[in-house]
């Protein structure tokens, strides 16, 4: 594994406590001697290593099973568990917080339900009474900070919102008062982004360098592409807006004025409608999908389905990957037709580029972006363990 920092020997420590922490984070308990193995360090320099992340209250060591081992055994080094981050992520019908472990263990989510886009101030407000009512239980765990994933474009230097058009958000501070308000450190991003790289890391995308993630949500569609293990972020931050991508010559507009976009006419909204139902959880839609459809829903499907072929098409000429994982009820759509779906994509698509591609749901689910927004809040500690301060 690569180092970022030269020089001191205290450097080199930092980037090898980095390295361990890391690879427990992303695969899970391992003893000493494989972490040696994969991180191309001694088994000395290891056990120091360990010991140092132990001191700093990231990792615990426990002695391996011993049935039909031979020689000395080499102890087992695990997260530990109570190192946690909350999350706040705020969209158009509900607030959902969360509190997710560095072990990946999401130990509770709690949904609020709104009947209208909530204003940045409520979500502060809300989310400050959550976590309050969260303090007895927080008071036995580390908190690392609290994470965010917004529907909308996040300057994530500073948290603000440039841009959430669902929410109704423009130029809106957000990762300040909400931190002033929560008590914790705060980091936002987009919601899109966030689940690229929560895919690539833990889910559908597990092991892949490049991979185009299209999300469907009640504030429309987003994307996010993983380019060489690296999440694209562009000149300004806000690369991946592939719900913009144009698709077809309707006049109907997305949320940003542009008619015929995959978000102007794949909506979540009118699959609803075509089930004469008001509001529905995302596993509630699933379900709806997965029974007999009545025939003005299958004719919504198959247009829908249509148009998000020629959408995932377009990210695969552009961008070669992997994979192409779609979230929300992009994945129930293709549940529906995934025939339909490969047929329109092999249509658009560039035959080379189409060859080795697997377009896959996603499969965090519900729990994606909860996962996401806590990889926001773990990413500096991960970067450097010896210094950060947790709660």
């Keep these: ?168 958000w423009r130029e809106e501070p957000f990762a300040r008062p909400l931190q002033q308000a929560c008590g914790y450190p705060v980091w936002v991003g987009n919601d899109a982004a966030v689940g690229a790289l929560a895919e690539t890391q833990f889910g559908a995308g597990r092991g892949a360098t490049n991979v185009v993630y299209l999300n469907g949500g009640a504030s429309g569609i987003g994307g996010g592409v993983i380019v060489d293990g690296r999440l694209l972020r562009g000149a300004s931050g806000y690369a991946g807006e592939l719900g913009h991508l144009r698709v077809s010559g309707s006049e109907q507009a997305d949320s940003a004025g542009i008619p015929g976009t995959v978000e102007a006419v794949v909506t979540r909204s009118e699959l609803l409608a075509a089930f004469q139902v008001d509001r529905a959880t995302g596993d509630e839609l699933a379900r709806l999908l997965r029974g007999p459809l009545p025939a003005a829903v299958a004719d919504v499907v198959t247009r829908q389905v249509a148009h998000l072929g020629v959408a ?44 080795h591609v697997q377009i896959v749901p996603s499969a965090l689910g519900e729990k994606l972006l909860v996962v996401g927004a806590a990889g926001l809040a773990f990413a500096p500690l991960l970067r450097d363990p010896a210094r950060i301060q947790l709660g």
Aim: glycine share 8%; aromatic share 2%.
């Design 1 to 168: 594994m690569p180092t970022s920092r030269k020089g001191t020997t205290e450097d080199v420590r930092r980037d090898n406590l980095a390295a361990i922490l890391a690879q427990l984070h992303l695969n899970g308990p391992a003893s000493r001697s494989i972490l040696a193995q994969l991180t191309g360090r001694n088994r000395s320099t290891i056990a120091s290593l360990v010991g140092d992340l132990v001191e700093l209250g990231l990792v615990t060591e426990s002695a391996p099973p011993s049935e039909g081992r031979q020689g000395i055994p080499s102890p087992v080094v695990a997260i530990r568990a109570e190192v946690v981050a909350l999350v706040c992520n705020p969209e158009i019908d509900a607030l959902t917080i969360g509190v997710v472990g560095l072990d990946g263990t999401v130990r509770s989510i709690i949904r609020h339900d709104y009947d209208r886009p909530p204003t940045a101030a409520e979500v502060w407000r809300l989310a400050a009474d959550v976590v309050a009512d969260l303090r007895s239980e927080l008071a036995d765990l580390r908190v690392v900070g609290m994470g965010s994933a917004v529907p909308g474009q996040v300057r994530t230097e500073d948290g603000v919102i440039r841009n959430a058009p669902h929410l109704g």
């Design 312 to 355: 995932v098409a377009g990210a695969i000429n552009v961008f070669n990957p992997e994979f192409v994982v779609l979230g929300g009820f992009l994945a129930d759509l293709q549940a529906c037709a995934p025939a339909d779906l490969d047929a329109r994509v092999g249509q658009f698509a560039l035959a080379p580029l189409r060859e």
